[in-house]
């Protein structure tokens, strides 16, 4: 495994592990996205709530990555629910990106009495080749049954918040055994955790930084993962780790951290 390595999801496509998330990176998006392919990072994670697809955007352009070699995704925000809603929302964030084709489209929350809709018109894109996946992000398991149920298109990816501290079992395990792969957002806990100290421990015990033991801990989970950073110097340590593994022991002592955190949003509750 290295920073190039992918997973391919059940659509075929193909996604890479690592990418860089861009919420709240505002106006150093551009930079933060061409440091980022710069180190060898194929993937940019961000959402029409961000307010900053046109910076990723602009980054593409201006790199010297080929636009083809880098997995773009992009979400469907609350306010924008509904058939007709969606596809406008779609085209907004298309103009926005200065692209043909987004990579991977997702719902970023599971808005009741809308959601399926929408869904409808996230299918319809993906059948007009507008998109080369579809998903779903914050969507627990009684959310996934009822669009599982109602639809023709299983989720490529549900995208959740997961560290050793908030791991969401239930809903990962449903995802794995549905062939839907799970992307780890906010893998350093919003810097909340990062210096607890078994984290600690495993992180002096192998020479790294307990944010780059984190991300660690989640690509040997098999997730795709998501740290989000607008530092050069993180860009770039975030990216350095794939010349180290976590052992046995190592990864049970942080799955022993479990604690139900949630640093963001906690869905389980949403009907």
């Known amino acids: ?13 193909t996604i890479p592990r690592l990418g860089l998330g861009v919420f709240r990176s505002g106006a150093s998006t551009k930079d933060a996205v061409l440091r980022a392919l710069e180190v060898g990072y194929r993937h940019v994670d961000t959402a029409h709530i961000y307010r900053n697809e046109e910076g990723v955007g602009q980054a ?32 907004a964030s298309v103009a926005a990106l200065g692209v043909e084709t987004i990579d991977l489209w997702l ?42 149920a109602n639809s023709e298109v299983v989720p490529a990816i549900n995208q959740i918040e997961i560290h050793p501290f908030g791991q969401q ?13 799970v992307q780890a957002y906010s893998p350093l806990t919003k810097a909340k955790r990062l210096d607890d100290p078994a984290l600690g421990r495993v992180a002096n015990a192998v020479g790294r930084t307990p944010a780059q033991v984190l991300i660690r801990w989640a690509l040997q989970h098999d997730l795709i993962v998501l740290p989000k950073s607008a530092d050069p110097g993180r860009i770039a340590e975030n990216a350095a780790v794939f010349d180290f593994a976590l052992d046995v022991p190592q990864m049970e002592e942080l799955d022993g951290l479990e604690e139900g955190l949630h640093t963001a949003w906690d869905p389980t509750t949403e009907p």
């Open 169 to 181: 079992a239930k809903v990962t395990a449903w995802c794995k055994e549905k062939g839907i792969a």
């Open 60 to 91: 593409l352009r201006e790199s010297e990555v080929a636009r083809e070699d880098v997995f773009v995704t992009t979400k469907l925000w609350n306010d924008d629910h509904g058939y007709d809603a969606a596809l406008r929302a779609f085209d």
């Open 107 to 148: 719902i970023h929350w599971p808005v009741p009495e809308k959601r399926l809709e929408s869904w409808r018109a996230m299918e319809r894109v993906l059948k007009e080749g507008r998109v080369r996946a579809i998903g779903v992000s914050n969507f627990m398991v009684h959310h996934l049954e009822e669009l599982r």
């Open 1 to 13: 495994m290295d920073i190039t390595s992918t997973l391919t999801l059940n659509n075929g496509v």
